[in-house]
């Protein structure tokens, strides 16, 4: 505080109020091959409904990661999607070979000659796509009509004509005929199933650059397509249209025509089998654990390259250290082979040890509504639903193994379903075995990481503890940047942790603590190198992995307390 230099009051507040924050801890990552959406991108989605709506629903190529992540969202908790970038195209009307995955993309296209239009994302629904443009002009709106007299007049589903805008008005351009009407059509019924489908309309808006409606949002044609359209973008004036995006105060009246402007999107390709560099590619999106909250990471479990992509999941994990990554082994070992015990845990013996990761033992078999079939899919999807279950129905130290938590939802049956002598072997080998139980369903029986030595960190449970605490201090721990290392600030440290603790103790993670931030560990040398020590100490709870029972038959005369002190 400054100095007074002559009689005053000055008042000062100091902020004690600091609280170790909450941290998510329930958010989903994966990385797969989809028939629509952003490329390379990472978008978060909430439901099923949401991810079809995104990323459009699966066929024959992409149901092994549209269902793997759709088994994720049935345990509730958000997923981060990333589209992986492989040899796909746009539709265009020209029907030319262009890429646009994204909106980067799209700002960074540079001259480009296909038309009018571009299909938003890649991919060969692009393909059932219709432009139709209706101008200022009576003739064009009488016949703005679809080639199948079965279905509605397009005019039909506008109040009016499109004229000259307020805005134009507005500037003494009554002469303007700057309106527009779009229509965006589903011509095959790929999008809705049903051909001729209107999938949007645009109404009245203006090819004036510099029109804006009442709000004061843009009416630019180019602005409300690319802002709005969840199917196309601009490329370039439609056909006849020559003067369009000049401005409305530079022009006496925009050029017209007198038929409607129809263009059909074509050219847009599927390339759904995505190689290994281009999974992780897509994957190493999630590497930055500044920029990027995710918390449980997951794939889909190919023969092809799996250990790789394995692989990378884990490095990608190991590298962040405040996230886990879920594997499955190649669907192949579980469900092919006759002694899949041992494929699936040989596959998993060449796994990285890290207490970052954790592997299931089985694939799954699963119903896709979308195509009326059943599919094989990896359980990673469903390894890491249940641990964000557990985080919405306990906590994320609780173990999301076991009939209590770790119920899968939506399975059919098993590729494999382990005796106890297999679970042995699975278990010795890092893998949490799924059972299928006799009137108890489909449980994960295992919460083991891959760490291979013993130790504390080798429990699911155990892992996700610290990274809770880790994650929440260190983010309290911030505040104390650019202080200066004294008892003040120490104490001040301690009275955020010690709290934040408590609550977790209470909460059943750890059975004790201490934390040590004083002279002891902030001697001279660590003030004067400008750092900042505290020693957090914890005993975290651990899960029951085995249970002895030991039923002892006695003779009617004995008494307890004899033989067993009760």
Request: with cysteine; aromatic share 10%.
């Amino acid at each position: 505080m400054a100095f007074q230099v002559s009689p005053g009051v000055q008042v000062n507040e100091v902020d004690a109020t600091g609280v170790v924050p909450a941290v998510s801890t329930a958010i989903g990552g994966m990385t797969g091959s989809f028939n629509w959406g952003p490329v390379a991108e990472i978008v978060t989605v909430s439901s099923e409904k949401e991810l079809a709506e995104t990323f459009g629903t699966p066929d024959s190529n992409t149901y092994k990661y549209f269902l793997t992540a759709a088994s994720f969202l049935k345990y509730g908790g958000a997923l981060k999607v990333v589209r992986a970038k492989t040899g796909h195209d746009n539709a265009t009307v020209g029907g030319g070979g262009l890429f646009i995955g994204n909106q980067s993309d799209y700002e960074n296209r540079g001259s480009v000659s296909e038309g009018a239009w571009v299909a938003k994302y890649p991919g060969e629904l692009g393909n059932a796509i219709r432009v139709s443009v209706c101008p200022a002009n009576a003739t064009a709106y009488a016949a703005w009509a679809p080639a199948d007299a079965s279905h509605p007049k397009y005019k039909d589903l506008f109040t009016e004509a499109p004229d000259t805008s307020d805005y134009a008005v507005d500037l003494g351009k009554s002469a303007a005929k700057d309106e527009l009407h779009i229509a965006v059509i589903d011509i095959t019924g790929a999008w809705s199933g049903k051909k001729g489908t209107i999938l949007e309309t645009f109404e009245f808006v203006s090819q004036g650059s510099d029109a804006k409606k009442a709000d004061g949002t843009s009416n630019y044609y180019v602005d409300v397509i690319n802002n709005q359209s969840d199917y196309i973008r601009w490329l370039a004036a439609p056909a006849g249209l020559t003067n369009a995006g000049s401005t409305i105060a530079a022009t006496t009246a925009f050029t017209t025509v007198t038929a409607p402007i129809e263009n059909t999107l074509s050219g847009g390709t599927d390339d759904n089998a995505p190689t290994t560099g281009e999974i992780e590619t897509g994957l190493t999106l999630f590497s930055d654990s500044d920029t990027v909250d995710v918390n449980l990471l997951f794939g889909y479990p190919d023969a092809n390259g799996q250990s790789a992509i394995a692989g990378h999941l884990i490095s990608v994990a190991n590298g962040r250290k405040d996230c886990m990554a879920f594997v499955s082994p190649p669907i192949e070992d579980s469900r092919d082979g006759t002694n899949p015990e041992t494929d699936v845990s040989t596959w998993a013996q060449g796994l990285t040890s890290t207490s970052y990761a954790a592997c299931d033992s089985t694939a799954v078999y699963v119903y896709d509504k979308y195509n009326d079939v059943y599919r094989w899919i990896g359980a990673g999807g469903h390894q890491a639903g249940l641990c964000a279950n557990t985080d919405d129905v306990a906590d994320a130290w609780f173990s999301p193994a076991g009939v209590n938590r770790g119920q899968l939802l939506g399975i059919t049956k098993l590729a494999f379903n382990p005796t106890k002598a297999h679970r042995d072997t699975l278990y010795k080998s890092r893998v949490n075995p799924i059972v299928s139980l006799p009137g108890q369903g489909t449980v994960l029986f295992g919460d083991k990481t891959l760490l291979k030595r013993p130790s504390a960190f080798d429990r699911i449970n155990v892992r996700r503890l610290f990274i809770v605490l880790e994650k929440a201090i260190s983010t309290a721990a911030e505040a104390q940047l650019f202080e200066f290392n004294d008892e003040f600030t120490r104490a001040q440290f301690r009275n955020l942790v010690e709290p934040f603790l408590r609550d977790v103790k209470g909460r059943r993670g750890l059975t004790d603590f201490a934390v040590v931030c004083d002279q002891t560990n902030n001697t001279s040398q660590v003030v004067d190198a400008n750092r900042f020590v505290a020693d957090i100490f914890i005993k975290p709870a651990r899960s029951v992995n085995f249970i002895t029972l030991n039923f002892v038959a006695t003779r009617t005369g004995v008494d307890f307390s004899e033989i067993a002190g009760v």
